[in-house]
């Protein structure tokens, strides 16, 4: 079954797991919500603020210019997360804490740092710059300290994955014990592995890609506010971090092993995945959220990581825009009821907004076995006999999937042993279903495994749906997302009616809030629920609005929402 895709893909077959013929080749469930973030912004930087960029056009064309530089400086992550009392920690490590350690004390670090301001006889700069670095932490729970990651405070701070390579928890010899250059100590670490990185910030930035890619104006607002953000916004945080790494592995150090080859290419370059080819204006109003939010008035932190939420807003409901679109389905999005009477002693529209949850997670499986059905019916349009199919579907099987090739004898024998339980004839239909029942049984697990729960991981993350843990997870707006959604509509000081305002939320994203939209969608007639429920809903949500700051009300009773200071 042919598919266009959008991004760097091959044209050799390749196998993927069923999740990513659907939503894109690498969202996996192992990501942490602010890798995603960390992520998107490394292949930004590494594509030197550009959106656009990496994407295939032909078969011909040169790797070099897909490709995007990675940040591999260790030496920063050892000064900032090394701890004697990290259990797992090598001999190579402490040499090299050492090291660094030393450099930093004897070179002027307090000048380059506002934060820095005494020298008095208890005063350790080291520590003080430590302590200031790791308030940063983004990522942590987990971990292991080569894992770790730090907030996006500054372009400095962004690094690429490392990880020990195997079989590298050997002593230091002796004649290692003094390595001539301080780059050396990082030989033991792999920085190509696709471990936790490189999952779903690069399909957010195909997403991005595809939204702006008609409107370069628009792709341009986008990058040259987050290059701002990244490199002018908090100078003091890059000089450190600048300063630090300079003094652990000097640029003319590192020429030696810049050229250094691995199977993709040099090490310090990456390459991005694929998304189905996008054809709707999805992506393009993803984009111009995007743009509001970022252009609000609010500190870089602050918008960073409510860029963070809006990201895995989006994420989640482009999965659901995904799911409809694969099921054949003609709305954008589904309607999703928002509960905001956590305090009520009433549960029904609770239980109502947990039941559309529900209906969701199905949904999604639902695109999964629809998208099986079709693959199927592609493979096998007529009839020819019953061997040569068999032999056709593991084929197919094994040029697509990720199923193991000693495994592929034994799943040959289990089909022949499920048609042999199917009385003749075996009409075409019959095979059909045989054969799709046989790609569930084999590509369902994993998928249930690594990718049925990001939605929901995206989702809790950013405030969209909760509890955090039990049941039943329903739909809401908790404040972090409702701030971030009124700057991701507004822009920078602008207002508008609080009634408009649901409307938008319902036109654009499919949430229901009050009355109107209740009715407008149907889910007043189908939950039959009262509409003082819908009443309250909606009151509750203003009240929300007016404690942030973001909402007032006249005199005449009218409420406008506000997208910051006006």
């Known amino acids: 079954m042919s598919m266009q895709r959008y991004g760097n893909y091959d044209s050799k077959m390749k196998q993927y797991p069923v999740s990513a013929y659907i ?30 960029r990496g ?19 260790l030496g920063l992550r050892r000064f900032v997360f090394y701890s004697e009392a990290e259990k797992s920690r090598h001999a190579r490590d402490d040499h090299a804490l050492q090291r660094l350690l ?66 590298n928890s050997k002593p230091l010899r002796d004649d290692e014990a003094d390595l001539s250059g301080d780059h050396e100590l990082d030989h033991g670490i792999e920085f190509t592995a696709a471990n936790f990185f490189v999952r779903g910030g690069q399909l957010y930035y195909l997403m991005l890609s595809a939204g702006t890619r008609q409107d370069p104006q628009l792709a341009c607002s986008i990058t040259s506010r987050l290059k701002h953000l990244m490199k002018d916004s908090q100078p003091s945080i890059g000089q450190l971090a600048e300063f630090i790494d300079r003094l652990w592995q000097p640029e003319t150090d ?55 939420y809006l990201m895995a807003f989006q994420i989640t409901q482009y999965i659901y825009h995904r799911s409809l679109v694969q099921s054949g389905k003609t709305e954008d999005l589904p309607k999703l009821l928002i509960d905001l009477l956590e305090n009520s002693r009433d549960s029904s529209l609770r239980r109502a907004s947990a039941v559309q949850f529900r209906e969701q997670e199905s949904q999604i499986r639902v695109a999964v076995q629809r998208y099986l059905q079709e693959e199927v019916l592609a493979l096998f349009p007529g009839g020819t006999s019953l061997t040569d199919n068999i032999a056709v579907f593991m084929d197919h099987l094994e040029d697509h999937y990720p199923v193991p090739k000693k495994e592929l004898s034994k799943h040959h024998e289990a089909l022949m042993v499920r048609f042999a339980s199917v009385p003749a004839p075996h009409s075409m239909e019959v095979q059909r279903e045989i054969f799709q029942e046989k790609l569930e049984d084999l590509l369902m697990n994993d998928f249930n495994k690594n990718f049925e729960g990001i939605h929901r991981k995206l989702a809790k993350y950013c405030g969209f749906v909760a509890p955090l843990v039990g049941s039943p997870q329903r739909y809401v707006l908790q404040n972090n997302l409702l701030k971030t959604l009124v700057y991701a ?55 929300k609005l007016k404690n942030a700051g973001l909402a007032f009300e006249y005199s005449d009773a009218t409420a406008m929402v506000q997208g910051g200071q006006p």
């Open 23 to 52: 939503w894109g080749h690498r969202f996996r469930i192992g990501q942490d919500p602010m890798e995603y973030l960390l992520e998107f912004l490394n292949v930004l930087y590494g594509f030197d603020y550009e959106l656009g």
């Open 102 to 167: 030393g450099k930093l004390r004897s070179s002027e670090l307090v000048k380059l740092n506002p934060v820095v301001t005494e020298r008095d006889a208890g005063f350790d700069p080291v520590e003080s710059a430590k302590s200031l670095l790791k308030s940063f932490t983004a990522v942590e729970s987990n971990r292991s300290w080569f894992a770790r990651a730090l907030f996006p405070a500054h372009e400095r701070l962004l690094f690429w994955e490392a990880l020990r390579k195997k079989g």
């Open 254 to 308: 590192n020429q030696d092993w810049e050229d250094e080859e691995n199977e993709e290419g040099s090490k310090h370059t990456g390459y991005l995945g694929w998304i189905p080819e996008p054809r709707t204006e999805f992506f393009f109003q993803m984009a111009k959220d995007v743009n509001k939010l970022l252009h609000a008035d609010l500190d870089a932190t602050e918008l960073l990581t409510l860029f963070s």
């Open 55 to 73: 994407i295939r056009e032909n078969e011909q064309q040169d790797r070099k210019t897909l490709g995007f530089k990675k940040a591999t400086r």
């Open 489 to 543: 509509n507004l822009g920078p000081g602008k207002g508008m009616e609080f009634t408009d305002f649901l409307e938008k939320l319902y036109q654009k994203y499919g949430l229901v809030v009050g009355l109107r939209q209740a009715r407008d969608s149907g889910l007043f007639e189908r939950h039959r629920l009262n509409a003082e429920y819908y009443e309250q809903n909606q009151n509750v949500l203003l009240e």
